[in-house]
């Protein structure tokens, strides 16, 4: 594949996100050459480039299984007409260069919804503050139709919304789940988002959930805060949503750009030390290869769990110009996964599917086979 024109200050103006149409004997011949599986080769091919479809929606998620496999993922995708890859929802395929190789099953519309499930319905995602409300980041899912305006916010709120959910799920209590997640836009205050997060904690346990609580987000900016969490939350998680090293102050809201690099690892030390579950969440196709991996390498030690490190996908046609002049080619994300593996491959930190729906690893982490759940 041809490369693109590299602009002064590395990031491009071009409105093209393909350099070139991909081939499946492309994908074969990148396997190959970066001694990768060409399954994973494939989804990363197709979670960077989007889908068409016979479905008439911005955003699409369904399941599917390639070929020849038992294992299923699940894709959340942008509706891009410059996509090789084709989603018949009639006939549950997947097709690039005119072959099927794999079958599409729950093709739907990709909405920002309240709650969602993960880890075979053991993990609760709870969207409680209308993500879809959140503005100010430049490569967030402003394609999204919104199915979350109503609000999960009192205790009253919170402890129908658990009865409804335990009702539904046909349990007697919360002891089934592993996690509760809030992924959340950003509320008023960090102090707003501490008394949430105690709300949460306090009602559920009275349902008998005994899983850890997660939050990922920018928002838990002090010390003092995160020590008043350790003496409120027994099992608690803390992922920091990194999500870039350059251009911070033009891609992020600004109440997150004042978390610079050197604040990160201070508050991610401090996590480790109270005993917290500590990562980050980044966006793999905003930074050059060079920077990316460098910041990495310094931020590291700081993880007591693997990154979340999501696959970037323009949701507009407006956000392409977003991404890292190198990302426009599939090699950048292949370099990046092999990057990632030589910096974590000691730590024993592994990527877990069910986790991200986004990621650069499918069948295979280096030489490890990815087993588990993966929705």
């Excluded at 609760?124 to 100010?136: P, Q, V």
């Excluded at 709120?157 to 509760?180: G, V």
């Excluded at 407006?318 to 030589?342: G, H, I, N, P, V």
């Amino acid at each position: 594949m041809r490369s693109f024109e590299t602009q002064s200050n590395g990031f491009s103006s071009r409105k093209n996100l393909l350099a070139n149409p991909l081939k499946r004997s492309e994908i074969t011949a990148l396997a190959n050459k970066y001694k990768l599986p060409p399954e994973d080769v494939m989804l990363i091919a197709l979670n960077s480039r989007g889908i068409r479809s016979d479905l008439p929606y911005k955003r699409i998620r369904f399941k599917l299984k390639l070929n020849g496999s038992e294992k299923e993922f699940y894709f959340g995708l942008p509706a891009r007409e410059t996509s090789e890859f084709y989603l018949s929802s009639k006939h549950g395929e997947l097709i690039i260069d005119g072959a099927r190789i794999g079958t599409v099953r729950e093709a739907e519309e990709d909405t920002c919804d309240s709650i969602y499930l993960r880890r075979a319905n053991t993990v609760l995602n709870l969207n409680s503050n209308s993500r879809s409300r959140c503005k100010g980041c430049k490569f967030c899912f402003d394609a999204q139709t919104p199915n979350d305006r109503k609000q999960i916010r009192t205790a009253e709120d919170i402890q129908r919304f658990f009865e409804n959910f335990i009702s539904h799920s046909c349990k007697t209590d919360l002891s089934h789940l592993f996690q509760i997640a809030i992924v959340t836009g950003c509320f008023s205050s960090e102090n707003a988002l501490v008394e949430h997060l105690f709300l949460i904690d306090e009602v559920s346990r009275k349902y008998n959930f005994k899983g850890e609580l997660l939050y990922l987000g920018s928002q838990l900016t002090s010390y003092t805060t995160l020590e008043k969490i350790r003496k409120s939350i027994n099992n608690f998680v803390f992922i920091l949503s990194l999500e870039c090293f350059e251009r911070r102050e033009v891609l992020l809201r600004k109440t997150k750009t004042v978390i610079d690099i050197e604040k990160i690892k201070e508050l991610l030390s401090h996590s480790l030390r109270l005993g917290f579950g500590t990562s980050v969440s980044y966006i793999v196709g905003l930074d050059r290869l060079e920077i990316m991996t460098s910041g990495f390498a310094s931020l590291k030690n700081y993880f007591n769990r693997f990154p979340i490190l999501n696959i970037y996908q323009p949701h507009v046609q407006k956000q392409e110009t977003l991404l890292t002049d190198e990302a426009r080619d599939l090699e950048y994300f292949l370099k990046a996964r092999l990057a990632f593996e030589q910096l974590f491959l000691d730590s024993g930190l592994r990527p877990r599917s069910w986790e991200n729906y986004r990621p650069l690893w499918y069948f295979k982490f280096a030489s490890e086979d990815m087993d588990g759940i993966t929705i």
